[in-house]
């Protein structure tokens, strides 16, 4: 991690100021003072044809831009650096920009050379349509040395005279305490840049469980058939195409967990329409209904349930923490026998045998989550599983709760918990759905306007969690922060970006924001298999700390005191700042609010947290590792 | 070469067959759900509150419409069960959609009861209403039923839904894909 004042600085947007002619000049002399006058007569004149090289380095938070300086938003107090001096713990990465620059148009080589385990990544500049700028944010896996020229040809932008490299150092658990040195490496003709990286790997370790799970959501999977139509070519057709897709699948649960995450995949529509991969094949109808087919089912979800997908991860295999069942009004027992015994019978077969099924494998870690989805506006079905607006919808709820107690005996060791996501009448739900309900998974902003309602839900036994969207990427770059951060001051157990594998219909020359994308497909790169953002990679950083923090305040019994000093170091406030209150649209009948409401609502709070700045971070970051060292 | 030439021209034909097997499949279905799907219910399916904030268009909510969408459990379930009875005359995936006219000036019409396959030849993913479609207005204004091939691979057979006074109130869509996809509208 990038221990700023330690970095040696440069001005905001160095690189990009035009360096003068005779520096790049004296820097090739210099290289080849002690060869022979011939030999640096040469290099005089191939100098003076080479463009002026530099290499520099940038904060984590600090996103560079095509013209070698920072992205406006991000640019109040970044720093360029000539060396990078970083403090890390272990079990964790180390992040930084690296920043190759060329004056002209010219071929280059960048290596890094480093004694720990270092992942390499050019940062892909997207053409952003709503405020026509561009900004770093998928990161492309590439090997040292690392040969191009800029401007780089597929990123097709003219004016590039700057390429930004996302570096990962991984610090294994193992690793001695110890300070560790390297460097990095440009060259371009006969111009050579080289600069120091020097990394203080500390005792403490960075705790395996994270402070706040945070959750990546998806929907389906037509969207890889649309991402990967090389890689699943023929899906539709050949029937053992689906191997392709789960191993892709795997993919995407593997680089979420890679970077702290989790991932759910819901796997029915809103009328209920199930997709193939997602559930066992049934057969049969009323009291004959029962499971006819698992092995499409297992081959998806066993790697996942028996963490053999993960098997090379840094983190270590583990089975994923939550799935999503099937189930939905028509799946398994259909809608035609609703209120009937039929209705109950099949649904209690086939759920039964899920249970036996899952016992059976020993998937005994994970929380299958039963969860309905759907609302009334997609015509579907007459009531609303998902953010109920209308109170007697609560009914159906609790109709399904019965029959899940029914199917599944309660000494189970496989947890089935039953979800509901809500927004509009959460208050009213939390009394009405107790026992009913255990996973909640609430709107972030107006679950604030109920403090205290974290710790009695979870007094009670429940798992909570927040949910809403994903920054922009003209958001500062520190706003990818802001959601775990909040989640765990709140006390909620997890955090759901709602959206997070939809890159919209051009993410590479026209993104929209962003705002529904954390990982990008890298198949146009020949890499068929999802690939990080730098978002994604800050958010790990991010949860990184928060789980030392965590660490700290449960081990030290000062929660408060360490979370005072959290908050006060992120932007300035207090802990009383963080909580809200009840606003007096709450006095009002929930069918008279609307969205305007909400937002209208909330916007004193949420001022509370506009004044981010790109530094933020870092000092909570300092923080957490002095709270390690004492 | 000839072997494999005259098996094409054999599949060709094969293909047509299957498709006017269905079309006539879902004709019957139709004719039978003309008869079969009772009116005065499905005019009873989505509240009247519901209708008047239908329209609510407000700059600063893009989902007072929809967010406000309500439905009477007991109508929409009676009619779904029917419409999912009929959709079991044939062994293949067929859905049987509710829609109904909205009232508005240009006419407008909205699906009302989707199901298990969530097919259609016309609803716009999300769609809480949309414009009048001329082939709905066909049926509405006439009582005919009619046969739509517009989208590639589907067919849909529209039928009249008709209540006590004998005023067709809305219509059902029929609807198969030649070939079905598994993963449409999972989402």
């Known amino acids: 991690m990038i221990d700023n004042p330690q970095l040696r600085q440069g001005g905001a947007g160095a690189l990009a100021r035009a360096r003068p002619p005779g520096r790049a000049l004296q820097i090739a002399v210099h290289s080849h003072k002690r060869k022979t006058t011939r030999i640096a007569s040469i290099a005089l004149l191939t100098a003076a044809l080479c463009p002026a090289i530099d290499l520099r380095a940038l904060p984590e938070f600090s996103r560079p831009n095509p013209l070698g300086g920072v992205v406006e938003i991000d640019r109040p107090g970044s720093k360029f650096a000539d060396a990078i001096q970083l403090t890390a713990a272990r079990g964790a990465y180390a992040s930084f920009h690296l920043v190759a620059k060329l004056d002209r148009p010219s071929n280059y080589e960048v290596s890094l050379h480093f004694p720990l385990p270092t992942d390499i990544y050019r940062e892909w500049f997207h053409f952003n349509t709503p405020d026509k700028k561009y900004y770093p944010d998928a990161l492309i896996p590439i090997r040292s040395p690392y040969r191009s020229k800029l401007p780089e040809p597929d990123n097709r932008i003219s004016q590039q005279t700057a390429q930004a490299f996302w570096i990962d150092i991984w610090i294994p658990a193992a690793t001695a305490p110890s300070v560790y040195r390297g460097e990095a490496r440009l060259t ?78 819901l796997g029915y529509g809103h009328a209920g329409k199930v997709g193939p991969e997602f559930a066992p094949e049934l057969t049969g109808t009323g009291a004959q209904k029962h499971i006819a087919d698992w092995s499409r089912f297992d081959r998806h979800y066993g790697p996942l349930l028996d963490g053999s997908a993960f098997q090379g991860s840094k983190r270590g295999p583990r089975p994923i923490p939550y799935v999503y069942l099937p189930i939905n009004p028509e799946w398994p027992a259909t809608f035609l026998w609703w209120g009937e015994p039929g209705y109950e019978a099949e649904f209690v077969n086939v759920v039964s045998e899920m249970e036996r099924h899952f016992r059976e494998k020993n998937w005994t870690s994970t929380r299958f989550e039963m969860f309905f989805n759907h609302k009334k506006r997609y015509k579907g079905f007459p009531w609303d599983g998902d953010e109920v607006r209308f109170s007697r919808d609560n009914s159906y709820l609790i109709d399904y709760r019965r029959m899940l107690d029914k199917a599944v005996p309660a000494n189970s060791p496989v947890q089935f918990v039953m979800r509901a996501d809500s927004s509009w009448t959460m208050e009213q739900q939390f009394e009405i759905l107790k026992g009913v309900i255990n996973f909640w998974v609430v709107g972030e902003g107006s679950f604030s306007w109920y403090p205290g309602a974290a710790q009695q839900l979870k007094a009670r036994g429940d798992t909570v969690w927040t949910y809403g969207g994903t920054p922009l990427v003209q958001n500062i770059s520190t706003a990818i922060t802001l959601n775990p951060l909040r989640s765990w001051i709140t006390g909620v157990d997890g ?8 890159p919209g219909a051009d993410p590479w020359y026209q993104l929209e924001g962003g705002g529904e994308v954390l990982v990008y497909s890298g198949e146009r790169f020949g890499r068929p298999e999802p690939q990080a953002s730098i978002r994604l990679k800050l958010q790990r950083n991010c949860l990184q700390d928060l789980a030392l923090l965590e660490e700290a305040a449960a081990q030290k019994g000062q929660r408060a005191q360490i979370q005072q000093e959290v908050v006060k170091r992120y932007n300035g406030t207090s802990l009383a700042a963080w909580r809200n209150t009840r606003p007096a649209l709450l006095t009002k009948p929930v069918l008279e609010w609307n969205n305007a409401d909400f937002d209208d609502a909330l916007k004193p709070f949420e001022a509370r947290f506009s004044n981010l700045e790109s530094g933020a971070w870092q000092r909570v970051r300092d923080y957490a590792l002095s709270l390690e060292a004492k | 070469m000839k072997r494999v030439s005259v098996l094409f ?34 005019q009873r399916i989505v509240t009247a509150r519901a209708l008047q904030t239908i329209f609510r268009v407000d700059p600063r909510d893009q989902w007072a419409d929809s967010d406000n969408y309500d439905v009477n459990d007991e109508a929409f379930i009676r009619t779904k069960k029917t419409l999912m009875r009929l959709s079991r005359m044939v062994d293949y995936p067929v859905d049987v959609n509710l829609w109904m006219p909205l009232a508005a000036n240009p006419p407008r019409i909205h699906i009302v009861i989707r199901n298990r396959y969530e097919m259609s030849q016309f609803w716009p993913w999300g769609k809480l209403h949309q414009e009048m479609i001329p082939e709905m207005q066909s049926v509405l204004s006439s009582g005919q039923r009619i046969a739509v091939k517009q989208k590639p691979g589907f067919i849909s057979v529209l039928a009249p839904v008709r209540n006590s006074l004998n005023d067709i109130v809305g219509l059902v869509e029929v609807v198969t894909r030649i070939a079905p996809d598994a993963r449409e509208n999972v989402k």
């Open chain 1, 495 to 502: 955090f759901v970006r709602w959206q997070t594998v939809a």
């Open chain 1, 188 to 265: 371009s003709g006969s111009e050579h840049k080289s600069i120091s990286i020097e990394i203080n790997v500390t005792p403490a370790v960075v705790p395996e469980k994270d402070a706040v799970t945070l959750d990546n959501n998806s929907y389906g999977t037509s969207w890889l058939l649309d991402q990967y139509p090389k890689t699943l070519k023929g899906l539709q057709t050949i029937a053992a195409g689906d191997q392709k897709l789960f191993k892709l699948i795997h993919q995407y649960h593997k680089i979420f967990y890679d970077h702290r995450g989790t991932f759910h995949q």
């Open chain 2, 9 to 42: 021209l054999a599949a060709c034909p094969l293909f047509a067959v299957d498709a006017n097997r269905m079309e006539r499949d879902l004709d019957e279905i139709a004719r039978v759900a003309a008869i079969m799907v009772d009116g005065d219910v499905c």
